[in-house]
């Protein structure tokens, strides 16, 4: 089966500038996550979807962050005005059903904040 | 609060020789706990869950609820084995977020 994929792969931007990242789950898979991974950490979630309802975004920084899965398929994340401590891999995973499914995650896209 | 520890950040040992990667977390309730790995230049990967109590390449782990750990164990590493590591669990008081450890890099020396 096809896996799950990201783009773009890397970017850097200036801070106070906007980005946005796209992801496409592995087909059939309800529920989609979207992680930051800043460097020497683990990866930490940002927000979950089940179908295209959000089962938790507590760790979002709403402020600046947001995020949609249209149609219950594709996401995108977004980060607008962008800061220095947003440089980051930023991950994102699909599962069949819940956390408690193994997630299978892209490639990642890494975030450079200048 | 749920947390994942791993409290080492590096863990160097000759092939052939047994291997223990740490983990132990702090969750009221009955979580998932997985093991997922991160092999050079690949995309993170599930290793095995406790759920299943499979031995995936020679690699296998016992959640114990008393102490609260689930460390990840191969009695003969190899060469192929070095990679990042990282524990995660499943739970929360919506039975939803996953949280994962900060990892550890395993170095398999020849």
């Known amino acids: 089966e096809a896996g799950v994929a990201q783009s773009p792969r890397y970017k850097i931007i200036e801070k106070r500038q906007s980005v946005a990242f796209w992801c496409n789950p592995i087909?059939?898979?309800?529920?989609l996550y979207w992680y930051q991974q800043i460097l020497g950490q683990g990866p930490k979630l940002l927000i979950q979807?089940?179908?295209?309802?959000?089962?938790?975004d507590s760790q979002l920084p709403k402020d600046r962050f947001s995020a949609e899965r249209l149609k219950g398929v594709d996401s995108t994340l977004k980060i607008q005005p962008a800061k220095l401590e947003d440089s980051a891999v930023y991950l994102c995973?699909?599962?069949?059903?819940?956390?408690?499914?193994?997630?299978?995650f892209g490639p990642g896209t890494r975030l450079t904040v200048t | 609060a749920q947390r994942v520890t791993q409290p080492e950040k590096l863990l160097s040992v000759f092939k052939g020789a047994p291997v223990e990667l740490k983990c132990n977390y702090s969750?009221?309730?009955?979580?998932?706990l997985f093991w997922y790995v991160q092999y050079s230049r690949q995309r993170l990967q599930l290793l095995l869950r406790?759920?299943s109590r499979e031995s995936i390449k020679g690699f296998t782990a016992d959640l114990n609820k008393g102490e609260t750990s689930f460390h990840l164990k191969k009695p003969f590493a190899q060469e192929e084995d070095s990679a990042m590591y990282y524990c995660?669990?499943?739970?929360?008081?919506?039975?939803?977020?996953?949280?994962f450890g900060a990892g550890t890099r395993l170095f398999v020396k020849a």
């Open positions: 406790h759920i």
């Open positions: 087909s059939g898979h309800a529920t």
């Open positions: 969750y009221s309730g009955s979580p998932e």
């Open positions: 995660a669990l499943s739970g929360g008081s919506g039975g939803f977020k996953t949280i």
């Open positions: 979807f089940q179908n295209n309802g959000v089962v938790d």
């Open positions: 995973a699909s599962s069949q059903r819940g956390p408690h499914y193994e997630q299978y």
